[in-house]
């Protein structure tokens, strides 16, 4: 893959509410709408039966276990609302497969389109000719080139992850007495933008705390990456107090590795938040001790605000009467004390 500014996650990183019945293209304006004294109260209603909506939605190819559970994520979401028809188009890694697939989805009318590039800087294009035909995007994860593209993107935090699992293992350590801890790190693809983020907020975190970024290894988000990068990393260092995981598909190898080599004397904290990690998370059996979200749950929600444009709504208990143009999710750390009210969001490594 390659990289791309501002790109979220994965192997390529790189409607204004407006009265009932008015023209779908007043939802994808980037500009303020015009007030409508019949615009309804969106506050508190967004959970209610609206008119029939078809979301078109369109992603890579399932073929690593977070992919796979954004799109399976969002077809169960939708299958929630009676009034939501889904028209996904087959996951696929070829750009301009993905362009065509979108292309045929934007001529067939759907009322919303929700798009998880395979290439940011790609897709923009056909984004933008959605919006411009007055169907407004819900831009997923990997971001398009302009906002002009979308309507409202939503993705993960890739900083604060690594500032959320620095945070964490900082707070370990001292709490175990450890004044100058050996702390790793098994990145993903070092090229890309998401990884960057990534490993500077871990490193800006743990710097606070006055530690610092020990060994080091980049993988591929695979688990056979995972396994032979760690393996490395575990053979430079012999001492090792703590390790953090960018991935946890990945993660499946470097939990391999650490086994391999009967590690147990350091804790490692894991990113994503597969159900694999959490399970092992909650029998507190291994070195695993933590894992830091970046869930796919965002494809869920991204189904609900998709739902929410096509009927004119708003977010209920918002006091705006509009979806906001950008969400960003939280990295919320999954320990054994809390694992339990995360293992819904948790996904198939």
């Known amino acids: 893959m390659t990289a791309q500014p501002l790109q979220r996650r994965g192997f390529l990183l790189g409607g204004a509410a407006v009265g009932a019945g008015a023209l779908l293209a007043a939802c994808t304006s980037n500009e303020a709408p015009k007030a409508d004294s019949n615009a309804p109260v969106a ?41 939501v028809t889904l028209n996904a188009t087959e996951g696929t890694n070829d750009v301009n497969q993905q362009i065509s697939q979108v292309e045929t989805l934007i001529n067939a009318k759907v009322n919303v389109l929700v798009i998880l590039p395979f290439d940011g800087k790609a897709l923009t294009a ?37 500032v959320n699992a620095g945070n964490y293992i900082a707070a370990q350590m001292k709490a175990k007495g450890i004044a100058a801890p050996i702390i790793g790190e098994v990145a993903g693809i070092d090229s890309l933008p998401l990884t960057q983020e990534r490993s500077k907020g871990y490193k800006d975190a743990l710097a606070r705390h006055g530690f610092q970024v020990g060994p080091r290894v980049s993988a591929q988000f695979t688990p056979e990456s995972g396994e032979a990068q760690t393996a490395n990393l575990l053979q430079s260092a012999a001492k090792l107090d703590a390790l953090w995981n960018h991935d946890d598909d990945q993660g499946v190898g ?12 350091f804790l490692m904290v894991g990113g994503a938040g597969s159900k694999n990690m959490m399970n092992l998370i ?37 006091a705006e009467h509009e979806i906001p143009a950008e ?23």
Do not use: C
Not at 46 to 71: E, L, N
Not at 257 to 265: F, P, T
């Open 43 to 83: 506050a508190g209603n967004s959970g209610q039966p609206g008119k029939p909506v078809t979301i078109g939605f369109s992603a890579p190819a399932a073929d690593h276990g977070w992919m796979a559970a954004m799109t399976k994520n969002a077809k169960a979401q939708a299958g929630k609302f009676s009034e």
């Open 126 to 162: 056909v984004g933008q000719q959605a919006m411009d035909k007055g169907i407004p995007v819900i831009n997923l994860d990997r971001v398009f080139d302009t906002p002009l593209a979308y309507r409202t993107w939503i993705g993960g935090d890739n900083y604060r992850m690594g």
């Open 254 to 265: 470097v939990n391999a590795a650490i086994q391999n080599a009967g590690r147990k004397d």
């Open 282 to 318: 909650k029998a507190d059996a291994s070195p695993i001790k933590a894992t830091v979200l970046y869930s796919p749950s965002m494809a869920s929600t991204a189904i609900a605000l998709a739902r929410l444009l096509g009927q004119s709504k708003g977010i209920g208990d918002f």
């Open 327 to 349: 969400i960003t999710t939280y990295s919320a750390v999954v320990t054994k004390e809390n694992v339990d009210q995360y293992l819904d969001v948790g996904f198939d490594s």
